[in-house]
T-cell receptor, first 114, second 116 residues
Framework: AQSVTQLGSHVSVSEGALVLLRCNYS??????LFWYVQYPNQGLQLLLK??????LVKGINGFEAEFKKSETSFHLTKPSAHMSDAAEYFC????????????FGTGTRLTIIP | NAGVTQTPKFQVLKTGQSMTLQCAQD?????MSWYRQDPGMGLRLIHY???????DQGEVPNGYNVSRSTTEDFPLRLLSAAPSQTSVYFC???????????????FGEGSRLTVL
């Protein structure tokens, strides 16, 4: 069964510092991986997705993630945090090929310290 | 350009009552799904559908029923509401690529349900 684990339910970084949000996945087949962001009182928005074309995926708002099969990881990074990055971030996995459902992690709330 | 529309946005029910959360999308997406969001538990999949007439269970289907008679609509029915179903519910849709690869999931604004 597919699943994702997000390490750290809360992460705080200073404005201008590196953002690193961790995600590890479990899948019986090569997975499709996603990062979504949720701002307060809103639905989720896609940040980026990995579909096996390239291991380093660039998304919106300066975020990127690297797929590492050997570590079963898909960590999200941004070189320099901005106040507007404060939100909750969700990693998600889908297997496709007859198992299209998208399974989310429990989320990481990112706080930016001025 | 409506996207995914959920109604109602807020609802209060008494234990044992039934209700339907409506979801409609105008993007001709094959895939539609319902999630519930609870603090510390992320989004958990209730039911999903890959096309009209096709539905399947997600992680937490008990107490909920769905149908997909058209591509556009995917209502979620609570059969007999319980306090444990107090949550925020999100409907989401996505196109399906070759091999069933999900595209971007488009979310509705959510429906906040309280069961007393």
């Amino acid at each position: 069964a597919q699943s994702v684990t997000q390490l750290g339910s809360h992460v705080s970084v200073s404005e201008g510092a590196l953002v690193l949000l961790r995600c590890n996945y479990s899948s019986s087949v090569p997975p499709y991986l996603f990062w979504y962001v949720q701002y307060p009182n809103q639905g989720l928005q896609l940040l980026l997705k990995y579909t096996s074309a390239a291991t380093l995926v660039k998304g919106i708002n300066g975020f990127e993630a690297e797929f590492k099969k050997s570590e079963t990881s898909f960590h999200l990074t941004k070189p320099s945090a901005h106040m507007s990055d404060a939100a909750e971030y969700f990693c998600a996995v889908s297997e496709g090929f007859g198992n299209e459902k998208l399974t989310f992690g429990t989320g990481t709330r990112l706080t930016i310290i001025p | 350009n409506a996207g995914v529309t959920q109604t109602p946005k807020f609802q209060v029910l008494k234990t044992g009552q039934s209700m339907t959360l409506q979801c409609a999308q105008d993007m001709n997406h094959e895939y539609m799904s319902w999630y519930r969001q609870d603090p510390g538990m992320g989004l958990r999949l209730i039911h999903y559908s890959v096309g009209a007439g096709i539905t399947d269970q997600g992680e937490v289907p008990n107490g909920y029923n769905v149908s997909r008679s058209t591509t556009e609509d995917f209502p979620l029915r609570l059969l007999s509401a319980a306090p444990s179903q107090t949550s925020v519910y999100f409907c989401a849709s996505s196109p399906l690529g070759a091999g069933g690869v999900l595209g971007e999931l488009f979310f509705g604004e959510g429906s906040r349900l309280t069961v007393l």
